[in-house]
């Protein structure tokens, strides 16, 4: 096997990694917060110090001590994805969980690229306009509807969690500065923790869970992303994670005896198509851009 092919093979393998580790994180907790083990509060409480815990022992391994200040805008928004993603898992299903996170993760930052200058073609405001319509299907009225209050906290989860990618794109030290917001939203947790005390429910098993959301599915996840990243394209990171919502709903279906129906068959066909389209043209465009000024990249 020549270089390039284990430089590709070990892209591959880790991107793989990667995106079960984040499909997991919808698991654990539909896993724990489903059957009851914890509540809402304390699985974020306990993911939180996990992952802070896991990714300081992961920067120190690799030798990099230097300090990083509080980005508050950065903690925050990590703090409000953590805090309504456990609080949405009590009502929603792994799969509509994961595409509503995911919908909401992309849209929010397709509309602030819109908003700073990027042109949209036509055929990606179709996509655009799909993939929208694939989420509003998945909430409108009906019977298989997921429940409103998990749909809106799991909507603001994913417009939070598209906030922080944005807020940390620029930084230099992703992992470092990732340990540094779980670790600044530590004090946070407590307080959550403190504040639904009167409604706490732990279990040695639902204790493993968050601490694997945290420590394996998020701290070990993200490290693993950040290490596939160079191996791979702005426009492949983000299409690859269009897997991530269909990895959650089979996972949902073999391991918490989820059932997939129609509505979330089409409402992903819809969603992930349509945002497959407009990563699809951004790429083209960028290449496109490329090929007239190289020095643009």
Same mark, same amino acid.
């Given at each position: 096997?020549?270089?390039?092919?284990?430089?590709?093979?070990?892209?591959?393998?880790?991107?793989?990694?990667?995106?079960?580790?984040?499909?997991?994180?919808?698991?654990?907790?539909?896993?724990?917060?489903?059957?009851?083990?914890?509540?809402?509060?304390?699985?974020?409480?306990?993911?939180?110090?996990?992952?802070?815990?896991?990714?300081?022992?992961?920067?120190l391994?690799r030798?990099?001590?230097?300090?990083?200040?509080?980005?508050?805008?950065g903690?925050?928004?990590?703090?409000?994805?953590?805090?309504?993603?456990?609080?949405?898992?009590?009502?929603?299903?792994?799969?509509?969980?994961a595409?509503?996170?995911?919908?909401?993760?992309?849209?929010?930052?397709?509309?602030? +690229?819109?908003?700073? =200058?990027?042109?949209? @073609?036509? $055929?990606?405001?179709?996509?655009?306009? !799909? *993939?929208?319509? %694939? &989420?509003?299907?998945?909430?409108?009225?009906?019977?298989?509807?997921?429940?409103?209050?998990?749909a809106?906290?799991?909507?603001?989860?994913?417009?939070a969690?598209?906030?922080?990618?944005?807020?940390?794109?620029?930084?230099?030290?992703?992992?470092?500065?990732?340990?540094s917001?779980?670790?600044?939203?530590?004090?946070?947790?407590?307080?959550?923790?403190?504040?639904?005390?009167?409604?706490?429910?732990?279990?040695?098993?639902?204790?493993?869970? +968050?601490?694997?959301? =945290?420590?394996?599915? @998020?701290? $070990?996840?993200?490290?693993?992303?950040? !290490? *596939?990243?160079? %191996? &791979?394209?702005?426009?492949?990171?983000?299409?690859?994670?269009?897997?991530?919502?269909?990895?959650?709903?089979?996972?949902?279906?073999?391991?918490?005896?989820?059932?997939?129906?129609?509505?979330?068959?089409?409402?992903?066909?819809?969603?992930?198509?349509?945002?497959?389209?407009?990563?699809?043209?951004?790429?083209?465009?960028?290449?496109?851009?490329?090929?007239?000024?190289?020095?643009?990249?």
């Amino acid at each position: 096997m020549t270089s390039s092919e284990k430089t590709v093979l070990r892209a591959v393998i880790l991107t793989a990694t990667a995106m079960i580790a984040f499909a997991a994180n919808s698991l654990l907790c539909r896993m724990a917060l489903g059957r009851d083990l914890i509540d809402a509060a304390s699985f974020t409480s306990i993911r939180i110090i996990a992952g802070a815990v896991t990714l300081g022992m992961i920067v120190l391994i690799r030798g990099n001590r230097k300090k990083i200040a509080a980005n508050w805008a950065g903690v925050a928004a990590l703090f409000c994805y953590m805090v309504c993603f456990s609080f949405a898992y009590l009502s929603l299903s792994a799969g509509t969980g994961a595409l509503l996170l995911f919908g909401a993760v992309q849209l929010t930052m397709f509309v602030i +690229a819109i908003r700073h =200058g990027e042109r949209f @073609s036509l $055929l990606s405001w179709t996509g655009l306009f !799909a *993939a929208f319509s %694939g &989420l509003v299907y998945l909430v409108s009225p009906g019977v298989t509807a997921p429940d409103p209050l998990g749909a809106v906290l799991m909507a603001i989860a994913g417009v939070a969690w598209g906030a922080y990618s944005l807020i940390g794109r620029n930084s230099e030290q992703p992992l470092t500065a990732t340990m540094s917001n779980f670790l600044y939203s530590v004090p946070f947790a407590v307080a959550l923790s403190a504040l639904f005390m009167a409604k706490a429910e732990i279990s040695a098993t639902g204790v493993l869970l +968050a601490s694997a959301s =945290g420590a394996l599915a @998020s701290g $070990l996840g993200y490290a693993v992303w950040y !290490a *596939a990243l160079p %191996g &791979l394209t702005a426009g492949r990171a983000a299409t690859v994670q269009l897997s991530v919502p269909v990895i959650a709903a089979l996972g949902g279906v073999v391991l918490l005896s989820e059932q997939i129906n129609l509505r979330l068959v089409v409402a992903s066909g819809l969603t992930i198509g349509g945002i497959w389209i407009v990563l699809a043209q951004r790429s083209r465009t960028v290449a496109a851009r490329s090929e007239r000024d190289p020095g643009a990249s």
